[in-house]
């Protein structure tokens, strides 16, 4: 099966730093994405991993480790604006086309 | 560029009524998917397109038709509604090469279904 499963709720104070764990099963892995989507609208590119390491983006970053089928995404400095829901997104069985987790829907409190 | 474009954003529609959802992109991508998201889930691919002319189900087809004669238009066809397809669809699409590094998706702005 191509299970993804990130945690359903996160809540996080402004200014701090959260993580954001993704876990699929790594049979035929070929990329993992993360996307970010506010209430409402549509979801938008975050970050892309395929090999094993840390990808550091201004204030986020996303990591990979390909032998536990596990990745994260970190965010820092948390403002309001990252209040919405975040997307694991994993190619799987050799498939350029990625399924989708249910993805973590995080609050952001002053 | 418009990016992708999907019409129309809001639509009701009664039980056993048919309609088309619209998708274009102007990336010259060549795949295309057609997802739904329901209240609190993630993305379930109902189908995608790698090129025109190749059309292929994903993991909820059951309901849905779609077609890819050009490059730039997927639309998706609902026949006979039914309160299940009650959902936001996103169309969304992206340029795939073997061995091509990245393959980020674009995602149009949604268009929302309420079937009574």
């Known amino acids: 099966g191509q299970n993804i499963d990130q945690p359903t709720e996160m809540t996080a104070t402004e200014g701090a730093i959260v993580q954001i764990n993704c876990t699929y099963q790594?049979?035929?892995?070929?990329?993992l994405f993360w996307y970010q989507q506010h209430a409402g609208e549509a979801p938008t590119f975050l970050s892309y991993?395929?090999?094993?390491g840390l990808e550091e983006k201004g204030r986020f970053s996303s990591f990979l480790s390909r032998s536990k089928g596990y990745s994260y995404l970190l965010l820092k400095e948390l403002q309001m604006k990252d209040s919405a829901s975040y997307l694991c997104a994993v190619r799987l069985g050799g498939s350029y086309i990625p399924t989708f987790g249910r993805g973590t829907s995080l609050i952001v409190h002053p | 560029n418009a990016g992708v474009t999907q019409t129309p954003k809001f639509r009701i529609l009664k039980i056993g009524q048919s309609m088309t959802l619209q998708c274009a992109q102007d990336?010259?991508?060549?795949?295309m998917y057609w997802y739904r998201q329901d209240p609190g889930m993630g993305l379930k691919l109902i189908y995608y397109?790698?090129?025109?002319?190749?059309?292929d189900k994903g993991e909820v087809p059951n309901g849905y038709n779609v077609s890819r004669s050009t490059t730039e238009d997927f639309p998706l066809r609902l026949e006979l509604a039914a309160p299940s397809q009650t959902s936001v669809y996103f169309c969304?699409?992206?340029?795939?090469?073997?061995?091509?590094?990245?393959?980020?998706?674009?995602f149009g702005p949604g268009t929302r279904l309420l079937v009574l």
């Open positions: 990336m010259n991508h060549n795949y």
């Open positions: 397109s790698v090129g025109a002319g190749i059309t």
């Open positions: 790594t049979s035929g892995f070929n990329g």
């Open positions: 969304a699409s992206s340029y795939s090469s073997r061995g091509g590094r990245q393959e980020t998706q674009y």
């Open positions: 991993n395929v090999l094993d």
